[in-house]
Every structure is written in C-alpha cells, then in structure tokens.
C-alpha cells in the first residue's frame, strides 16, 4: 500500500513544458496530521472543509490517500485502491473533489498521489520503483493531477547526481506519455543536489530532510548544518534548520520550479503565532498545510489566510527572495535580513530574528537591490490596518526605514512600494 496526496493548488510553467507550476504549489496533505491513517470519508470531509472555509480563494487545494500493488489477482502489477478504506476507488475520489467546483481563473480542485522512487515507500508498502509506466498510467486513468515521489528503499541508487536524476526521470517521462498533465512533486530530501537536475524533469524537489513541528530545536537525526554536500538529510528538521538551507539556493528556483522547504506545521500546535508565520512565502516554498483542516483554531486560520502573505509567495515574476546578511547574537540565535522583487518595481524585505531576545537594527534600501534614492512607502504585512486588512501602511521612506524592533522569534516582512508606481492600496494584489 501506498499513503497518497490528493489536490494541490492551481497546477500552472514547467518541467517537460506542460504548463504547470509558474508559482509554488499550494494545497493540503494529509501526512502531518494523519499519517497513514487515512480512508475515503477523511478526503472527502477534508476536501469539502476547505471550500466551506474558503480557503480556495486563498489558492489552496490538496490531499492524501491509500493505494496497494497486488500481483495475486493483477497480471499487470498495477496499483489498485485498498478496497476497505476507499471502497468507491480512487477515481471515484477525485471524481468528488473534481467536482466542488471551479473558480474564474483556475482549474478547480485537483486530486494527487503519492509513491516512492524505490522498492517500498517509507512505511513500507510498495513503492514505484520498476513500475513507473503503468503506475503513471493508472494515476492518468484514476484522475489524478499531482504525484509526491519519494526515495526511501532505492536499492542505493544515488551518491551522484547523474544517478539520482535518471532514477527520477524514469517516473517524469512516464507521467509526460500519459498525456494528463500531472504536477510532479520530487521528494528526495535534498540528496545529491536536485536543484542543480531536477528542474528538467519536475516542478519542485524537496531541499531537506522531513520538517517537524519546532522552531530551532536541533536533533541528531537531522544532523546537517548546510545543505551543499549534505550526507544524511535525515529527519526531524527545525524550521530554522531548513531556512538556512534554502538561503544559497534562491536562484535555482523560479516559475515552473521551485526549492520545496517541505509542508507548513501550521495548526500543529508546536510552535507561536509568531514562530509559524516565518519565511516560506518569501523563499518561494510550496504553501502545502499539513494540519486537520476540518478543526482549526481562528489563529491557525488567520495565520494560513494572510493575503498579503500569500501574495509574496504567488508572485507573478517568480523571484525567489536572497538572504543579504546573517548575524550571530551573542545571546544564541542569529538576525538575518532577506530581500526580493515582486511585480510592479516592489520589493519584499524581511527581517527574521531566531534569537531568545527582541532585537533592533536600522535597515538600508541599498542593502538590497532597491534603488537608493527612490521613495517607498512600506507595508508591514503581519499586521493589519483600520479596515482588518493584512499589510499595514507604515508611511513613506527614502533611503532606509526607521529603526526596526523584531520580537524574539518573529518575522517581521514588509512590502516595499515605489510612491511613483503605487496605483491601489491593497498590498494583496499589487
């Protein structure tokens, strides 16, 4: 058996030019929360939550389920549903979340898979590995829109790039022979450096070992500190851990590939407000939620519809944003200032504090790549104004805004609008 993913955001540019993926992903996966204990009615309630709480005007759309190989009765060797926990079948699911409707400018709800680039997944059931053609064909034949491929039991076929690659490409022709284009979502923690390969052959790949829900904890099992030439990726990745190793990759990703930081924790309830709302808009991650949709706190739903947030992250240009400068703070932790364009000559600027103290520190348009004597007025983006929107104005500046105070693992993103450019105030859709 496979546990599987089902409908990830608007699928929009890229590998094999089938037009998919111009911006991160968005979506839901079951994984986070539920693991493998998953069956029909959780896909179907999950996936009605999320058009009852809107959550598709925000761009989310995505999911999971249960698929087992048998040889005994299927000559083929081709996946069929686990007929105790989707006794409709799985074309029969994404029929449903198919149908809840479609919005103005996008495809609608989409179903997807997941399988793994290996003999079994990694707990244990069968995985893809030798059967990519007809495990392709019948994901086609089922509906589905999105395959997550993962690289537990590869029968040791990695330790170069070349071998990583022509593993996974096996999987990215076969789903382009179907005909249906399908999002295809590289899964292999960062191993033998799939941003450097992977964009030909996929719209995103995974740049670490899997996240847990902590902010800066370190564990053995993620062992890594940089992510150039990391051996063992593991798991139980820290937030922080992951951002630090997608800040020297930012120009590998753009529209039709992106550097996956792995699924949100938010609603998971193991870190803050403010610890939640961090970086992965602005690394131009994949916004995939991994909690219960169906049960959330009005928290976790003001933090996962923050449009001016969102905005950043669905940018048309694609630009990825670029960490300037990272400093240790005597106390621990580290302050760290990160940049990015966005559409219409605007800039996003992000200051991330990972210290146990409030720190502040005057900040510089040229430490960018803003112009140095254009006048901007600022927008904070995790905090609202009169009307209860996100992004706040905070006035117009030149040259340098004011003297910042980041709170002690908090996140403070502003939005950066040229005065001569600015044609409406909604931040959100600048």
């Not at 904890?217 to 030439?229: E, K, Y």
């Not at 240790?328 to 992000?350: C, E, K, M």
């Amino acid at each position: 058996m496979i546990y599987l993913i089902l409908f990830s955001l608007i699928l929009k540019a890229a590998a094999g030019g089938n037009g998919l993926a111009m911006t991160p992903q968005m979506g839901w996966n079951t994984w986070n929360s539920f693991g493998c204990d998953i069956d029909e009615d959780l896909i179907l309630s999950s996936a009605q939550a999320i058009k009852d709480k809107n959550l598709t005007s925000f761009g989310y759309e995505c999911k999971y389920r249960y698929v087992q190989r048998t040889t005994s009765d299927n000559t083929t060797g081709a996946p069929v549903a686990d007929p105790v926990r989707f006794p409709n079948g799985l074309k029969h699911v994404a029929d449903q979340i198919h149908s809840l409707g479609l919005k103005a400018n996008l495809p609608g709800f989409i179903a997807g898979i997941y399988s793994d680039a290996g003999t079994f997944t990694c707990e244990g059931h069968f995985g893809s590995l030798g059967f990519e053609e007809i495990d392709a064909a019948t994901y086609a034949s089922w509906g589905m829109d999105y395959l997550k491929y993962d690289n537990c039991y590869n029968e040791g076929r990695e330790g170069t790039p070349l071998i990583s690659e022509e593993r996974y490409a096996n999987m990215s022709r076969a789903l382009d022979a179907t005909g249906r284009p399908i999002l295809f979502s590289l899964c292999n923690w960062g191993v033998d450096g799939p941003w450097n390969w992977a964009p030909t052959i996929a719209h995103s790949w995974r740049i670490s070992g899997d996240i847990m829900d902590n902010y800066d904890r370190f564990d053995d099992r993620c062992p890594c500190t940089s992510v150039i030439d990391c051996k063992l990726p593991g798991n139980n990745c820290a937030m922080t851990r992951i951002i630090d190793f997608a800040a020297p990759l930012s120009e590998k990703a753009g529209p039709g590939r992106w550097n996956d930081a792995d699924m949100l924790e938010v609603g998971n309830g193991g870190m803050t407000f403010d610890e939640y709302g961090t970086m992965w808009a602005v690394i131009k991650s994949p916004l995939i939620l991994g909690n219960d949709v169906r049960n959330m706190t009005a928290e976790t739903l003001e933090i996962i519809t923050n449009k001016a947030i969102i905005a950043v992250n669905q940018d048309p240009l694609g630009s990825t944003g670029i960490r300037v400068w990272k400093k240790t703070i005597p106390s621990g932790g580290d302050l760290q200032l990160w940049y990015g364009s966005l559409v219409n000559s605007t800039w996003v600027i992000a200051v991330m504090n990972t210290s146990p103290e409030d720190q502040s520190t005057n900040i510089t348009f040229s430490e960018g790549a803003t112009e140095r004597t254009q006048t901007y007025e600022l927008f904070d983006l995790w905090d609202k104004d009169d009307a209860g929107d996100w992004g706040k104005s905070l006035g117009t500046f030149s040259g340098s805004l004011p003297e910042t105070t980041v709170k002690s693992h908090q996140t403070k993103v502003f939005r950066a609008v040229p005065v001569s450019a600015q044609t409406k105030k909604d931040v959100s859709e600048l």
